[in-house]
């Protein structure tokens, strides 16, 4: 069956630094990945939107890579700050119908 | 801004009751979607709605039905709540191009207690 991972419940990094976060994918070739941040007890934001044919996208702090040799996203949070700790999720589409999400990275950025 | 709203932050219902959980977005985005999140679980899927009167099931349907009589306009019911069904509720909106899903818009979702 179509799994999407993120294979890090967790990350701690000081502030200031580069925090990159991983998302896989198997059984299937998705066209798209997309990231999400959710802050506690709230509903997930959408951050950016990577398509298979893109190597990379950036936004402000924000870059997204996707690797479909590796079958993979990277997602990178440079100058880090402890505003940007939160819940980061991955997702992509299954068979063209709703998207699954992983199950998340929560990253801590400590000052 | 895209605005996905919620009936309800927080809820409180006695097993056997029906709920319902309303969620309303701005944006004429033809799909809605409705998840609840668990903590070790992640984001599971009960339903989806591509149109009006449309309805897929999602990953975890059971004891869950929705209604669609309105574009903007979702709806998740439980029929009958029981102490599983304890659990954040969230609803999300997106577009539909070429057959694809795009970004989701979410609710800011309602944390449901059954006792």
């Known amino acids: 069956s179509q799994k999407i991972e993120q294979n890090s419940e967790a990350l701690n990094i000081q502030e200031g630094k580069t925090a990159t976060l991983t998302c896989n994918y198997t059984?299937?070739?998705?066209?798209?990945l997309q990231w999400y941040r959710q802050d506690p007890g709230r509903g997930p934001v959408f951050l950016l939107l990577?398509?298979?044919?893109?190597k990379e996208k950036r936004k402000e702090r924000l870059k997204v890579t996707f690797d479909t040799t590796l079958k993979q996203s990277l997602f990178h949070i440079t100058a880090s700050q402890p505003a940007d700790s939160a819940t980061y999720l991955c997702?992509?589409?299954?068979?063209?119908?709703?998207?699954?999400f992983g199950k998340g990275t929560t990253l801590s950025v400590s000052s | 801004d895209v605005k996905v709203t919620q009936s309800s932050r927080y809820l409180v219902k006695r097993t056997g009751e029906k709920v319902f959980l309303e969620c309303v977005q701005d944006?004429?985005?033809?799909?809605m979607f409705w998840y609840r999140q668990d903590p070790g679980l992640g984001l599971r899927l009960i339903y989806f709605?591509?149109?009006?009167?449309?309805?897929e099931k999602g990953d975890i349907p059971e004891g869950y039905s929705v209604s669609r009589e309105k574009k903007e306009r979702f709806s998740l019911i439980l029929e009958s709540a029981s102490t599983n069904q304890t659990s954040m509720y969230l609803c999300?909106?997106?577009?539909?191009?070429?057959?694809?899903?795009?970004?989701?818009?979410f609710g800011p979702g309602t944390r449901l207690t059954v006792t």
């Open positions: 944006m004429d985005h033809e799909n």
């Open positions: 997702a992509s589409h299954q068979a063209g119908t709703a998207l699954i």
């Open positions: 709605s591509y149109d009006v009167k449309m309805k």
């Open positions: 059984n299937y070739s998705p066209a798209y």
């Open positions: 990577i398509r298979e044919n893109e």
């Open positions: 999300a909106s997106s577009f539909l191009r070429q057959g694809l899903n795009y970004e989701q818009y």
